[in-house]
């Protein structure tokens, strides 16, 4: 569905991507992990149409997403924030994100994430996790193609971030919708089809889920663990002294 190829990005004289290639694939969830500055939130950008890269292209279906009309391309897609960005106004707006809504949707997409009947009610009245959860249904109230989450369970515990990895799963089984996250929340790696390691910009080599919820399990994390594997291969380099 969407082919980066050969992409890179740069920020004045800092390069943000670095000659990417990758493909995500439609109707999965794909989970984008790395370092501040690995270039995760420049790649999301991108692929949005919020930037335009320097060298290289991005495909949708084939076509370079450059010959879309604009508004088109954009309706395409979906974000979910991690800070929530819910407006003070009954849930249904907010799903909707318009006055006059389709109730009947906005009802679906709330019910979707078990929160359904509350058309009415508050942000306010809502816990962070249930407030996640109307970020979400509003994603989906246009039936999008593509949902882009940043970090969707930075402010949540785990009980909440391991909810919002089940409606994850659940949309792309019942909307066919692919999901691109960038997170650090083991959990949600575990729920990605693919998980996708961003260094310096390039998509690095190796790691997986499981890879780093064992890391994780065992109090390292991910840097950490590439930092032990660099020093056990230079410890297995006999010295020449003596």
């Given amino acids: 569905m969407l082919a980066i190829r050969d992409l890179s990005f740069f920020y004045g004289k800092i390069q943000a991507l670095n000659h990417l290639n990758l493909d995500l694939r439609e109707g999965e969830i794909h989970a984008v992990i790395g370092a501040n500055g690995a270039g995760k939130s420049t790649m999301m950008n991108c692929i949005a149409g919020q930037l335009t890269p320097q060298q290289g ?41 318009a006055e006059d809504y389709d109730r009947t949707r906005a009802e679906e997409c709330l019910r979707m994430v078990g929160l359904g ?12 996790g249930e407030q996640q959860r109307v970020a979400i249904a509003r994603a989906m109230a246009h039936r999008p193609r593509i949902i882009f989450a940043d970090e969707p369970t ?24 692919t999901i691109v996250m960038t997170t650090h ?7 990605g089809d693919t998980v996708l390691e961003l260094e310096s910009g390039c998509l690095k080599e190796g790691g997986s889920a499981m890879e780093e919820r064992h890391s994780m399990e065992e109090g390292h994390s991910m840097e950490e663990r590439h930092s032990m594997e ?6 297995e380099i006999p010295s020449r002294e003596g």
């Fill in 57 to 97: 292209e991005i495909l949708l279906n084939g076509i370079d997403i450059r010959k879309y009309r604009y508004d088109n391309y954009l309706a395409l897609f979906s974000v979910v924030f991690q800070d929530f960005k819910l407006l003070s106004q009954p849930l249904g707006q907010n799903v909707a994100a």
């Fill in 117 to 128: 009947g509350r058309l009415r009610h508050m942000p306010s009245e809502l816990s962070g």
């Fill in 154 to 177: 930075a402010e949540l515990d785990s009980a909440m971030g391991a909810e919002v990895a089940r409606l994850f799963k659940e949309m792309c089984e019942k909307e066919k919708v």
């Fill in 185 to 191: 929340d083991v959990g949600l790696m575990g729920a």
């Fill in 230 to 235: 660099e020093g056990s291969s230079k410890a």
